[in-house]
Structure formats: structure tokens, C-alpha cells
């Protein structure tokens, strides 16, 4: 099941960080960043926080699970989005511990078909 657009808008609502929260569909799900890190995955109408100190320490009781078949078990934040304060800081707090993300290569040109 995809994830509705108006759950994908009510977290990013939640969350509260204006522009440096980012979010970029992925087959019908989506993907969460902050200040260009992803932090987060919405899948199936659910909040999966990525896995990292922050969640363990922050939110050591969240339920885990999938975000998708294959996935390995992420921190599932869904009891957070009625307290924005304790998920903006955990979210804050997993973007800091995220690694850069490395720089994109240009996509090459493509020469133009001849005709």
C-alpha cells in the first residue's frame, strides 16, 4: 500500500522544521531529509526513524519493523506524531549523527539524435 500524500504532509507538519525538512517520493512511499540527510523513511502510512543512537537513546521503546520488504528493522515512530517537541528532537538528533552525503555526480549530457 502506498502512502497517502496528506499522512507524507501531516508528518512533515508535525516534525516542524520549514525548509530544512525535505521529502522526495520513492515508489509510492517516501523519503525524509533534513538539512539533506536522509533521517527517515514514510512507508505504508507509518514514520520509520533510521536506525542509530539517537532512537536508542531518545526512544528506546518504539516497536520495530520493516519499512519495506527486504529492510532491515527501523525504529517506527508513529506514537511520536502526537508530540511534535519529543519527534523534532529526534529527528534532529538522527540527522546530526547521519554522515554527510557525498557529493552527486553531473548526469552527463546526452548528444542529441540526429535527424
Known sequence: MATDR?????????????????YRKMFG???LY??????????DN?????????AATLAPDLPQAPPYPGAKDY?????????????RRLVI???RLMPVPAPRKPRKKKPDAAT
Do not use: H, N, W
Open 6 to 22: 496528506a499522512f507524507m504532509l501531516y508528518v512533515a507538519e508535525q516534525i516542524d522544521l520549514g525548509s530544512r525538512l525535505t
Open 29 to 31: 512511499e517516501y523519503a
Open 75 to 87: 525504529p517506527v515512530a508513529d506514537e511520536l506524531l502526537d508530540d511534535a517537541d519529543e519527534l
Open 93 to 95: 538528533e538522527t540527522a
Open 46 to 54: 507509518s514514520l520509520f526513524i533510521k536506525p542509530s543512537p539517537a
Open 34 to 43: 533534513l538539512d539533506e540527510k536522509v533521517v527517515a523513511f514514510v512507508c
